[in-house]
């Protein structure tokens, strides 16, 4: 059952907590604007699914132990990537699995918000958050036979969004457990992931920080002027793009210096500004978190950035662009992995968009910034030796600007002088594939051997209790490569 709320749109009878109704409202409007039919679901097919990275793999063997633990249930259990197409299905009813086949409820298909309306999968991506969809609550009419529950799986070493898993059953049946059942099932794949995967830390959960970017007396001049080309092309698109008044985003890899490139160009173009820089929060935090400093919007001396934006729910996105809107000063910026990552309720406010190379790309920006980054340890200068420099210079820097800032900085905590002992073993090694837990440690005890006690090949082979010939072998294989003075 749905209802007209005045303006001509339908939208749907909801229960529970007035935040969920919320939540539920904004989906029917998002897939209106997407232009979904309320009658018939006709989801795009993607064709053969990706049934080999480790989240599929992981994923998949949670629904296996999902699916016998519901064992005669009429369940449907499903993993999705974070498009919402569906990689995995596994269900043993009979009349579901063909009644899912007729709303294309299958692997290929996708079933975010923009291909079959207000789901549970689709909700539960668009807002990060577990979501139940019952019956009526659904956008398509096609649809409306089903309850489904489903919860986000992210990753658990960066955050990033990787899909959902959902329960589907019929409207008809009780649906108390389900939703914690996906959130379980959500949970255990993450877990899992880690601990087929390099065996490192999880992140920690996000905070949505807000603080003040400001220059101190006392702090390390930023090191923007010696940076090469790419940076200072980057630096002079933004401020130029902000001294026009235009609302400006800056898209690249993750750790790349988004937000230290919209500070730096703020700086030139507001010297006696205040600059907040607001990363998102976890997604249940995300209204105290709006709450919390979005009227710095509206003060005549605050510029904001907003971190980060593709991470946040669709709604609190859709707030946020509403509020920015709204302000005249155009007081808001913000940064993103890519441009077709940034929330559509944003991408319209959006007069330019920069692009930051990766790190990689610009290896003459790696030792102005790592003497930045251990200046501002030490709170002096500090010096480097040249087989460090090397081994700097040397390092892809997957991880960008962030990765080589932990990385000076526990070098920095440990000498005045950085050479490549105090370098993590990641930085000496390309190893082509992600490594087991039992791989790190060989490898970096290889590495603390060549690095630590400047030993030969040889040396260490004995000192590790293996030949030779195999010592090479690891060392070819983890891609290790220690540069010598």
Not at 23 to 35: D, N, V
Not at 118 to 130: C, H, S
Not at 267 to 279: E, F, W, Y
Not at 319 to 327: F, P, S
Request: hydrophobic fraction near 40%; charged fraction near 20%.
């Amino acid at each position: 059952m749905s209802f007209d709320d005045g303006s001509g749109r339908h939208t749907p009878a909801v229960r529970g907590t007035a935040a969920v109704g919320a939540r539920l409202s904004a989906s029917w409007h998002r897939s209106e604007t997407y232009g979904v039919s309320i009658e018939a679901v006709s989801p795009a097919f993607s064709g053969s699914v990706d049934d080999e990275s480790l989240f599929y793999r992981c994923g998949h063997e949670v629904l296996e132990g999902l699916q016998a633990s519901l064992f005669e249930e009429p369940v449907g259990v499903m993993l999705t990537d974070a498009s919402g197409i569906v990689l995995s299905r596994i269900c043993q009813e009979r009349p579901l699995v063909r009644s899912l086949d007729r709303t294309y409820l299958a692997p290929g298909f996708a079933f975010s918000e923009r291909e079959a309306g207000t789901t549970g999968l689709g909700l539960a991506l668009a807002d990060r958050v577990p979501s139940l969809v019952r019956g009526d609550e659904h956008y398509c009419a096609g649809l409306r036979g089903y309850t489904c529950a489903a919860a986000p799986v992210l990753d658990p070493l960066d955050g990033t969004l990787l899909g959902s898993i959902n329960l589907t059953t019929w409207s008809v049946k009780a649906d108390g457990l389900l939703l914690g059942l996906a959130q379980t099932a959500a949970g255990y794949t993450g877990a899992l992931m880690l601990a087929h995967g390099r065996g490192a830390a999880p992140r920690p959960a996000p905070r949505g920080e807000v603080f003040r970017v400001y220059n101190s007396p006392r702090a390390p001049t930023p090191p923007d002027h010696r940076l090469g080309a790419a940076w200072q092309w980057a630096l002079e698109e933004a401020e130029t793009a902000l001294a026009d008044g235009a609302c400006v985003g800056v898209v690249g890899e993750p750790g790349v210096g988004k937000a230290a490139l919209l500070a730096a160009a703020l700086r030139r173009v507001r010297p006696r500004g205040r600059i907040l820089n607001a990363r998102p929060p976890s997604a249940r935090d995300a209204e105290a978190w709006l709450a919390l400093w979005s009227p710095e919007l509206a003060k005549a001396d605050t510029s904001v950035i907003a971190s980060r934006v593709h991470e946040l729910p669709a709604w609190a996105a859709t707030e946020l662009a509403g509020i920015a809107r709204r302000n005249p000063r155009r007081a808001l910026s913000l940064t993103a992995t890519s441009h077709a990552a940034v929330p559509e309720s944003f991408a319209r406010l959006l007069d330019v968009v920069v692009e930051v190379p990766p790190l990689r790309h610009r290896s003459e920006d790696v030792l102005p910034l790592a003497e930045h980054f251990a200046e501002r340890v030490q709170h002096r200068p500090v010096r480097f030796t040249p087989t460090a420099l090397r081994a700097l210079q040397a390092c892809p820097w997957p991880g960008n600007a962030e990765q080589l800032s932990r990385t000076i900085r526990e070098a920095a905590i440990r000498s005045t002088v950085i050479d490549v002992r105090h370098l993590p073993p990641e930085v000496l090694s390309t190893a082509p594939t992600a490594l087991t837990r039992i791989e790190t440690l060989e490898r970096d005890e290889i590495v603390r051997h060549l690095t630590q006690y400047d030993m030969s090949v040889t040396e260490a082979a004995a000192a590790l209790g293996i030949s030779r010939a195999t010592a090479y072998r690891r060392i070819a294989h983890y891609g290790i490569r220690v540069p010598r003075s």
